[in-house]
């Protein structure tokens, strides 16, 4: 279900780096590049989280608790979606500016473009077509959509934007510097100054240049580096000459969760969350949600990472993506950037079309489309966007690491059985998720694993209304750890 990997045959396209090494600590003062490296570089901000966890693999790296979740998602059967292709939404969500990047030298997510089909049937040409992404769907006269249609309104306008060279920078004579903690700057003697003093390089003896190539795979390699490491350049080449460890690249988080402690937003859209917790252990052993939190939780998957940046206040605990978003900042103010439009592009990113949520508590705007076309998450063919991917009503089981599946007391028990929690340590609690819960939420899957216990147990004490321990509840424990003793294999 993970990106497959390259081989450098496979490349098809190479940009040549010169970088500035300090020999004597072995890392990148700079690099120096034109407009083609930077476009790639940028274009980091527009790919969707979940689209980076699947480009990283799951063997090698995690980024918090998305790792997790991601699997989650790869594991669930059909039944618990609205309609099949909302797994391959989640698992491979759509770029809202993949049309411009396709248009880059080296892009690191390349998708198929999507098609379109629709009804040939004369009777809903005139009354207005229809168009659905998935070839054979039914339409509304029960005939199935397969004449494949053109609409490329959208595709002439990115290429109109990428005109004269460049895709987000402009194309001119000037050259960029890009640091060892990715700050993109236009090339200047005063900044080449500036980064010596800084990191205390006296003598030009002490400096070597050198020239590499970067194809497909290099990229990739300093796009894993760019989120995880506070000297990506540096670890990506370490890395591509086979010098750094395998085990340098496992996530490592610069900061913990800072939490809104008083979060408790009024509004009607909240939606609960029943929490089951270890009175002792003061931690979140896991949780009961309805398919709306699951729908919240799985849409953060198809969040661009320039939004994500943008929703932390750019402390988003991703290596040196924060650098990087600042840097798109600076340059469209410095004119570098092609247009208001495409910073707009990279620093407020939208979520691809149909890839919304019903309740979308963190505000991230979804692109639109010039055609009518009808949202793949629905098995009636509607055309209005933000229906969520999950199947209602339902409850499924949220462990810490916000792994989610179908809930099923016998594994609630067995879990607790594993844990051993006593029956008279569990409390059950309900709580709300608003928009600062929801950003709360956000902020601690990209850099923990206990999420359910950094987000709540940082709002005690809970309201009195909001705790509820009955002996329901531990009589049912009780009845189904006798389930699980009499069920459970012998070896155990």
């Not at 990715?182 to 090339?187: F, I, T």
């Not at 994500?308 to 750019?314: A, P, T, V």
């Amino acid at each position: 279900m993970y990106g497959g990997h390259h081989t450098p045959g496979d490349r098809k396209q190479v940009i040549s780096l010169k970088v500035l090494v300090d020999k004597a600590r072995d890392r990148v003062i700079f690099a120096e590049c034109d407009c083609e490296f930077v476009d790639t570089l940028l274009s980091f901000l527009t790919l969707p989280i979940g689209s980076a966890v699947r480009l990283l693999g799951p063997d090698s790296t995690s980024i918090g608790s998305l790792t997790a979740m991601y699997k989650s998602v790869a594991s669930l059967e059909s039944r618990s979606l609205r309609t099949d292709y909302c797994k391959e939404m989640l698992l491979n969500p759509r770029n809202a500016t993949e049309i411009h990047c396709s248009k880059l030298k080296i892009n690191v997510y390349p998708l198929e473009p999507v098609n379109l089909y629709s009804c040939d049937r004369q009777w809903c040409i005139d009354s207005g077509r229809r168009f659905s992404t998935v070839k054979g769907r039914p339409c509304r006269c029960k005939y199935p959509m397969s004449d494949r249609v053109y609409v490329d309104q959208a595709e002439k306008g990115a290429k109109d934007d990428c005109e004269g060279g460049g895709v987000f920078v402009k194309d001119g004579a000037f050259r960029f510097m890009i640091t060892d903690d990715l700050q993109v700057m236009a090339g200047s003697t005063a900044a080449c100054l500036y980064l010596f003093r800084k990191l205390g390089i006296d003598d030009g003896i002490e400096v070597e240049e050198r020239t590499l190539e970067f194809g497909e795979q290099e990229v990739l390699c300093l796009l894993k580096f760019a989120l995880l490491s506070k000297s990506p350049l540096t670890e990506a080449i370490r890395y591509i000459q086979g010098s750094s460890k395998k085990e340098s690249t496992k996530f490592q988080p610069k900061r913990t969760p800072q939490l809104d402690k008083s979060a408790r937003t009024a509004n009607t859209d909240n939606m609960n969350l029943k929490l089951f917790v270890s009175k002792s252990k003061k931690n979140v052993l896991f949780a009961e949600a309805g398919a709306d939190v699951v729908d919240f939780l799985f849409s953060i998957l198809t969040y661009p990472l320039g939004s994500i940046i943008k929703l932390l206040g750019k402390n988003s605990g991703f290596g040196c993506m924060d650098n990087l978003y600042k840097s798109v900042e600076h340059l469209g103010t410095g004119g570098y950037l092609k247009s208001e439009e495409c910073t707009k592009m990279l620093v407020c990113p939208k979520l691809a079309p149909f890839h919304s949520v019903d309740n979308q508590l963190l505000q991230i705007e979804e692109s639109c489309l010039s055609a009518v076309v009808m949202d793949p998450k629905s098995p009636t063919g509607e055309v209005d966007a933000g229906k969520g991917y999950m199947k209602g009503p339902g409850t499924f089981m949220l462990l810490n690491d916000l792994s989610v599946a179908p809930f099923s007391p016998v594994t609630s028990v067995a879990l607790l059985y594993q844990m051993n929690i006593p029956i008279n340590d569990v409390v059950e609690r309900v709580v709300a998720i608003g928009p600062d819960e929801a950003l709360n939420i956000l902020n601690a899957s990209l850099i923990s694993k206990t999420v359910l216990s950094d987000v709540f147990n940082q709002r005690e004490p809970y309201p009195e209304c909001w705790i509820r321990v009955t002996t329901l509840v531990c009589t049912n424990y009780q009845v189904l750890r006798f389930i699980y003793n009499w069920i459970k294999p012998e070896s155990e």
